[in-house]
């Protein structure tokens, strides 16, 4: 009785001790949204239900190497064991109740992490490779940064271009894919202002790492007016033909593989480019003119550039009007 006795004890103590060392190691980023607390809660009941079996497996085990070790000159054999009956109807009773308990346990955390606010607002997003684009409906606003007013509940309304991808920003803790063909919703109450990141959590192609957006959760009084300048900017955009292309490749994400200031990315820059001689696969050389420019958006893949084939791009169907607003664009990024 002894043995059970100190066993017992140094369990407890190294249970203690293994669950205080991963709370104090920061495994969890800091809380920012109203669903990351129970989330967060559920997390930390798994880390004391993790640090009890850890201690319950390697404190006997250690105990016993050392206790009862063979000691110099024994020779007999240890005492032989059929079973303990008890011992095992407990051993498989009690994990029985504490799985059910943490199945209740998630349903819970789950139940409140998808609880509805009749109020809440519609942010729709597009995901495409590499390039995350959101889209404020009810204002008319396309945005590479995705905007949130703090203790606000928002409905992501996500498709996806390509192929599957993932919103995950870390704070917020929810995680959702975006699948191609269908609309996934991700509900959040931002509880913390920051800026944040959203990245893709679903292995998207060659720059899925590449992958990320700006998050920014703001006061609502900072958040109507980055709307309100929003709505400023695109209207006054509107009223060109350049002003209506630039929108056009936001909302498209064509951002996300072309750079507008010669950076290198997935696709080839926009800086410069119209009027420029392109060399395309094969060693060809060809301007980049309207024709080219325009057989590009609708057929990517009949003139590949050099250094990016195979290309990943898909065919736009954009009428004449807007790929024409689109070079007008691309004539003014000298």
Known sequence: MGHFLVV??????????????????????????????????LWNWQLI?????FSLIVVPM????IVFRRKKGETGDGQHIEGNTPLEIAWTIVPLFIVLAFAYMGAYSLGQTRSIDPNAMVVKVKAQQFVWTFEYPEYGIISKELHLPVNKQVILKMESADVIHSFWV????????????????????PTLIGDYKVRCAELCGASHAYMEGPVIVNSQADYDMWIS?????????????????????????????????????????????????????????????????????????????????PTVMPPYALSETEIANIIAYLKTLK
């Open 62 to 65: 250690v105990y016993s190497l």
């Open 229 to 309: 300048e929003q709505a400023a900017i695109a209207a006054e955009a509107a009223k060109t033909p350049e002003g209506q292309g630039q929108l056009l490749t936001v909302k498209n994400g064509c951002i996300g593989c072309h750079s507008l200031d010669g950076a290198k990315m997935t696709g080839p820059t926009w800086f410069n480019l119209y009027g420029s001689d392109v060399k395309l696969e094969g060693g060809s050389t060809v301007v980049a003119d309207d024709a080219f420019i325009t057989e590009s958006i609708l057929d990517p893949k009949a003139k590949e550039v050099a250094g990016f084939a």
């Open 170 to 189: 870390p704070e917020f803790r929810v995680k959702q894919d975006v699948v191609p063909g269908r609309v996934t919703e991700y509900r959040i109450t």
């Open 8 to 41: 017992g004890i140094l369990v407890i103590v190294m249970a203690v001790l293994t669950y205080l060392g991963l709370d104090a190691a920061g495994l969890m980023p800091v809380q920012a949204s109203a669903q990351s607390v129970s989330i967060d809660w």
């Open 49 to 53: 239900a993790i640090s009890f079996l």
